[in-house]
């Protein structure tokens, strides 16, 4: 079993940037596949992007892609999600998660795939 939690969140304005930590404790961290989601008010929680459990592979959704980065420190058990470019639409709570190391994309983009979730930390992007 492992815990995960999220920090680096914050307000920021439009075009800024924000790096997201995700702390794992319990297991190590290269157990698991990590991923990010996010959820705004009203809305359901979306999918992100995600990591493999050595860091080779990548996903992300098209929304983001060119603007975020996610990569992890599996000596450190950190998972990473750096935000540039940020935009009004990327206000959210985001969550870190984990699955079993052997999850594979297109899985990876599924919430039902992860075992494990931190609480969440809010960004908030004004314009």
């Known amino acids: 079993q492992v815990q995960v939690v999220e920090s680096g969140g914050g307000l920021v304005q439009a075009g800024g940037s924000l790096r997201l930590s995700c702390a794992a404790s319990?297991?190590?961290?290269?157990?698991?596949?990590m991923g990010w989601f996010r959820q705004a008010p009203g809305k359901e929680r979306e999918f992100v992007a995600a990591i493999s459990w050595s860091g080779g592979s990548t996903y992300y959704t098209d929304s983001v892609k060119g603007r975020f980065t996610i990569s992890r420190d599996n000596a450190k058990n950190t998972v990473y999600l750096q935000m540039n470019s940020l935009k009004p639409e990327d206000t959210a709570v985001y969550y870190c998660c984990a699955a079993p190391w052997a999850t594979m994309w297109p899985r990876l983009s599924n919430p039902n795939h992860y075992d494990y979730w931190g609480q969440g930390t809010q960004v908030t992007v004004s314009s």
């Open positions: 319990g297991r190590t961290l290269s157990s698991y596949a």
